[in-house]
């Protein structure tokens, strides 16, 4: 029954998400054709910063609440509204400072952060955006611990499609926007959608909440202790991340390039290149909640079989996915930035990040475990040196051979992090690691499945690359891939179970033969 409610939730989240991420490119080509790829740099600079800020405002609230609120709901008699009760007012205490801040330095903020842009208006309008986004991550993580997926995906489609119409319609209102004008448009969306998502949630609290006698587990304090180490891991990510993405136009200003220029071609690797690589991963980032969801519920009931069993197959999974994931990237990335906008310079980062793609993917689901199971100073720790590789390519090679230096930190960061994270998690849950299965065997089926699929191509006469073919390609290079793999997953399984009862047969046999 657990099982199946995991599987159903996890397609229910990531066909939302798949809608979402399609919507959210569509409106990046927009924002891009609209306003010009130094918009999106601009915008991208923007969003950074308030993921900065939020995560001062609510210290992942999401992922704090949805962790607790699962240990809480693992336990006997416990109270998962009031730890979410602790969660809201923790929030609100941190936002209201964190908002008071921003307001008051804004000016220093956008001079520094953002390179003399001249941003205050805009940013002293965060504030709201902060405190409704605050309540809303908690409220969205008690509904993903108590797995209420529908509400939750209800939830992000409502902000979603708020925060983009208002995005759209104040950008056709604009000629020519200024930077201050940008990201007004910007927050004012992030306002809208964080308002609406906030009222719907807690609309669907009252309605649906059941209430429990149980006394809770943790107090208020206990909680915020319990949260700290999560929150300086997150805040620690948030700005090494914002730092990192800083520093890029920066640097590229140091190659030769005009801020006009740095800013557009920052626009077009984040607008455009990251979001086609990071966009098959929807099905991993819907599966990441609710991983954290049950590891923390398994740790917290003491089930290490049931923690060492779907690690193992998260794993699996996850490995080949990101490996077919990589191939489509690799083998359409130049189109694929053609098509979104990016130009040529968009086809060549494609293609020349895809073969990392596995690693990526890989941390968004070893993350998962290790945050659900409360690993948060390795995660921290492994942050911190992933983060100071990055920054040390970026500052080192970035003056020298352009955004070509991007490329390297993120195949060195994302190499030396990811590798950490599967040694960590396989250590700590016990699950095996089977590098032969897991990587070798999917590297080979890929391979196999594009050659025959070329070969069918070029027997057929197919050689134009228009939205139509690559997509046709795609969904039966896929169902080929995937339906091999199944394939031999069920017949390594056949055997592991031979192989067992086997082993149980001939141990009754010893049995017996030593009674008599």
């Not at 999917?442 to 139509?468: H, Q, S």
Request: overall charge positive; proline content about 2%.
């Amino acid at each position: 029954m657990i099982k199946s409610k995991i599987v159903r939730d996890t397609i229910l989240l990531t066909v939302m998400q798949l809608i979402l991420d399609t919507a959210a490119l569509l409106l990046n080509v927009f924002v891009t054709k609209k306003l010009g790829t130094s918009a999106i740099g601009i915008l991208s600079l923007m969003g950074s910063f308030l993921g900065l800020a939020g995560i001062l405002s609510n210290g992942n609230a999401f992922l704090c609440a949805s962790r607790f609120v699962s240990e809480e709901l693992g336990k006997k008699n416990g109270s998962p509204d009031a730890v979410l009760g602790h969660a809201v007012c923790l929030c609100l205490m941190l936002s209201a400072a964190v908002s008071a801040g921003v307001f008051v330095l804004a000016e220093p903020i956008s001079r520094r952060f953002f390179s003399g842009a001249h941003m205050t208006a805009a940013i002293r309008l965060m504030p709201i955006a902060l405190v409704t986004g605050a309540v809303s991550a908690c409220l969205k993580g008690y509904f993903n611990a108590c797995r209420r997926a529908a509400v939750t995906a209800t939830g992000d489609i409502a902000e979603f499609v708020v925060r983009c119409g208002v995005i759209v319609a104040a950008t056709m209102l604009e000629s020519a926007p200024d930077e201050n004008k940008v990201c007004s448009i910007m927050i004012g969306g992030i306002i809208a959608g964080n308002a609406v998502s906030m009222l719907w949630f807690t609309a669907a609290f009252m309605k649906l909440r059941q209430k429990k006698k149980g006394k809770c587990s943790v107090s208020f304090l206990r909680y915020a202790a319990q949260c700290f180490p999560i929150m300086g891991g997150s805040l620690l990510t948030a700005v090494l991340s914002s730092t990192n993405d800083a520093l890029i136009p920066v640097c590229q200003r140091q190659y030769g390039d005009t801020t006009g220029a740095a800013l557009s071609k920052f626009g077009v690797f984040e607008g455009i290149v990251l979001s086609a690589i990071f966009f098959p991963s929807v099905v991993l980032c819907s599966m990441s909640g609710i991983i954290v969801s049950e590891a923390a519920r398994s740790k917290a009931e003491n089930n290490k079989c049931r923690i060492k069993m779907f690690t193992e197959r998260i794993i699996a999974w996850t490995m080949a996915f990101s490996i077919f994931s990589a191939a489509v990237l690799m083998r359409f990335g130049s189109q694929l930035g053609e098509l979104l906008g990016g130009g040529e310079l968009a086809g060549r980062m494609i293609t020349m990040i895809a073969p990392v793609v596995p690693f990526i993917y890989m941390e968004i689901v070893l993350e998962a475990v290790i945050k659900g199971m409360g690993m948060q100073s390795f995660s921290s720790v492994n942050y911190l040196i992933e983060y100071v590789i990055r920054i040390s390519a970026v500052l080192i090679f970035v003056p020298h051979i352009g955004f070509y230096g991007v490329v390297i930190s993120y195949y060195a960061s994302n190499v030396f992090g990811n590798c950490s994270r599967f040694i960590k998690v396989t250590k700590s849950t016990g699950a095996e690691r089977k590098l032969c299965g897991t990587i070798v065997m999917p590297l080979i089926l890929a391979a196999v499945t594009v050659f025959v699929g070329e070969m069918f191509l070029e027997l057929a006469n197919i050689a134009e690359k228009t939205v139509p073919v690559m997509l046709i390609y795609t969904l039966l290079w896929g169902g080929a891939y995937f339906t091999i793999y199944c394939s031999l997953e069920k017949v390594k399984l056949f055997r592991k179970c031979r192989k067992n009862i086997l082993v149980i047969l001939h141990n009754k046999q010893l049995v017996v033969y030593y009674r008599m």
